[in-house]
């Protein structure tokens, strides 16, 4: 069965770091893109950065540019995300996603599969 | 980026109820529309990518429409376990591949 399972959440301070960690299996990883999807306590979805099969393009949401860095290892089936300067503002559960290419060209993509997600708090 | 605003923010319904969900995006977006359920405490789930067509799983009752900047995710048939919260995402071009702010279905 395949399935994602994120770690590396937990309580921080302001300006502090933590790196987060998707651990992957049950399918071809390398495949995949595949994204980090952020929501804050009672609030919506926030998609926070993409990464291409073999890690050549990144992006990222204009609020976390500069602080974090998503990264992948192929060959350990892991996602990752760095996240520096933390602010009471990246506060949220952390899901990583992986999207799914509905058509030959790509044009036509979701988030098929979703991690249960790990808690960041940011607090002094 | 491409702003995406769903309408109602909430809604009350019962089931067996129809209901209708609208997704706007600030530019067209031809059909790059996905539709989500999130449940309590849940992961979201995938319902329609394409702006209409079918996850693999996904009861025929969850239908979608639109193309360009208007869209709408429609459930005919209220089940109890529908009541959750909805989100539509665009998928356009390259990301930021940002969401609606979602809708949440609350039983009558």
């Known amino acids: 069965e395949a399935q994602l399972v994120e770690s590396g959440g937990g309580l921080v301070q302001p300006g502090g770091s933590l790196r987060l960690s998707c651990a992957t299996s049950?399918?071809?990883?390398?495949?995949?893109?595949m994204a980090w999807v952020r929501q804050a306590p009672g609030q919506g979805l926030e998609w926070v950065a993409h990464?291409?099969?073999?890690?050549?393009?990144?992006y990222y949401v204009d609020s976390v540019k500069g602080r974090f860095t998503i990264s992948r290892d192929n060959a350990k089936n892991s996602l990752y995300l760095q996240m520096n300067s933390l602010s009471a503002e990246d506060t949220a559960m952390y899901h990583c996603?992986?999207?799914?290419?509905?058509?030959?060209?790509?044009?036509?993509?979701?988030?098929?599969?979703w991690g249960q997600g790990t808690l960041v708090t940011v607090s002094s | 980026d491409i702003q995406m605003t769903q309408s109602p923010s909430s809604l009350s319904a019962s089931v067996g109820d129809r209901v209708t969900i609208t997704c706007r995006a600030s530019?067209?977006?031809?059909?790059?529309l996905n539709w989500y359920q999130q449940k309590p405490g849940k992961a979201p789930e995938v319902l329609i990518y394409?702006?209409?067509s079918l996850q693999s799983g996904v009861p025929s009752r969850f239908s979608g429409s639109g193309s360009g900047t208007d869209f709408t995710l429609t459930i005919s048939g209220l089940q109890p376990e529908d009541f959750a919260t909805y989100y539509c995402?665009?998928?356009?071009?390259?990301?930021?591949?940002?969401f609606g702010q979602g809708t949440r279905l609350e039983i009558k």
């Open positions: 996603a992986r999207e799914a290419a509905y058509d030959s060209s790509g044009y036509y993509k979701a988030f098929d599969m």
């Open positions: 049950g399918f071809t990883f390398s495949a995949y893109w």
């Open positions: 990464i291409r099969r073999d890690g050549s393009e990144r």
């Open positions: 530019q067209t977006i031809s059909n790059y």
């Open positions: 394409a702006a209409s």
């Open positions: 995402q665009q998928s356009y071009s390259t990301p930021p591949y940002t």
